[in-house]
């Protein structure tokens, strides 16, 4: 049974810092892409970063480009997402989701083709 367990959310002010883990457990992640979304109040759920565990291959949303950096460490199968030069618009529950993917695919920024997901953790910047 695949289970994502997500931490690191938290109050912090404009300009801040923090940094999201999902740990990963339940089977041999090395052919997954892992991902993160994130869902404001009122707004759909959308793509923020991913990386494939084999090769590290990482896409980006533009609108966190050059602030977040995707990470993944396979010996404690788990993911990171850091976050820099927050602002009151990253405020969310940040969403962890694995997707099982074949080499030739593209890194998916599309949450319908993620497999499975973890429970969120709020990400809360003030102004």
């Known amino acids: 049974q695949v289970q994502l367990v997500e931490s690191g959310g938290g109050l912090v002010q404009a300009g801040g810092s923090l940094r999201l883990s999902c740990a990963a457990s339940?089977?041999?992640?090395?052919?997954?892409?892992m991902g993160w979304f994130r869902q404001a109040p009122g707004k759909e759920r959308e793509f923020v970063a991913a990386?494939?565990?084999?090769?590290?291959?990482?896409e980006y949303a533009d609108s966190v480009k050059g602030r977040f950096t995707i990470s993944a460490d396979m010996r404690k199968n788990t993911v990171y997402v850091q976050m820099n030069s927050l602002k009151p618009d990253d405020t969310a529950v940040y969403y962890c989701?694995?997707?099982?993917?074949?080499?030739?695919?593209?890194?998916?920024?599309?949450?319908?083709?993620?497999?499975?997901w973890g429970q969120g953790t709020q990400v809360t910047v003030s102004s």
């Open positions: 989701a694995a997707r099982s993917v074949r080499s030739s695919w593209s890194v998916s920024r599309t949450p319908a083709w993620y497999d499975y």
């Open positions: 339940g089977r041999t992640f090395s052919s997954y892409d």
């Open positions: 990386i494939r565990w084999s090769g590290g291959n990482t």
